[in-house]
């Protein structure tokens, strides 16, 4: 009776289910190997396949969009929670594509466990069974797209705004351990920070001009330039946009902009929430 469920479930749903259950517990069991990286020449051996391992997991994670890509006969039409997921994804694809040339095992050890959290929640609340429903749109997919990595860029920024004001922190005590030896130096954080906040910049301009040709077109229900989503993106685009040009900014220092980074990623969050909450935004993914 126990396997009653599986016998009568479509092996597109099996393999979907599979992928949610692995893909959480594989993304913070990877992040554990890159918290190895914070022991030097005393890290294990196993911590060698962290980067490969999380290469799989990117193609797992793929492969469980393929198959709600294959039900769909196109591109996936995804809900709120399948979304969050593919900002996991993002973020995760992101990580790797910057670090190719630099590996930044100390970075992905706060960038990880983010993928992984992202991931599980959308795990814990995604439907079990792949819809079979119409593609979307080819203007739907690539707002969907952008979104997916402007948000994944606008993490990163945060994640690595983060990691400066620690890194000036330790320096300001002169706690010179571990975390301070590990992390690249200030320059390199900073340079970070407004890279990805420059591509959350330019994925963002992209993706929100294409949801509002997409609103205008379809004739969107509700849809204002005053809806709270709308705002909160519009004033999310222009924050990390400050944050990209803040080097050629007067006043505004490296440490300011980190700062203001976390807080835009703060902001994210609230705009992901506000996405998710029944009749607060015309922008409800169902």
Known sequence: MIFAPLALASAQDVLAQALQ????????????????????????????????????LLVLHLLLFGVHGYQSGGFPRFDVWMSLSSVAFATGLLFVGITIRT??????AITLPVVGALQ????????????????????????????ALACAAIVLS?????????????????TFG?????LPDLTRLAQMTRRSALAGFGGLALG?????AIAHSAG???????????????GVWLHFGLIAFSRRIPGLTAQRASWAAVGGLVVLIA??????VPGATFHALS
């Open 21 to 56: 259950v692995a893909l959480p517990c594989g993304y913070l069991m990877t992040a554990l190997l890159f918290v190895m990286a914070f022991a030097g020449e005393a890290e294990p051996r196993v911590a060698r396949i962290r980067r490969p391992m999380l290469r799989g």
């Open 103 to 108: 590996p930044q095992p100390t970075v992905g």
């Open 120 to 147: 599980m929640v959308s795990s814990m609340f995604a439907r079990m069974q792949v819809q079979t429903v119409d593609p979307a749109p080819v203007a739907t997919a690539v707002h969907v797209t952008t979104a």
């Open 158 to 174: 945060g994640l690595y705004g983060f990691l400066y004001l620690l890194l000036l922190r330790q320096m300001k005590r002169q």
């Open 178 to 182: 571990a975390i301070f030896q590990r």
């Open 208 to 212: 929100v001009n294409i949801g509002f």
């Open 220 to 234: 969107t229900s509700g849809f204002r330039y005053v809806d709270p989503t709308v705002l909160l993106a519009l």
């Open 271 to 276: 705009t992901l929430f506000l996405a998710v």
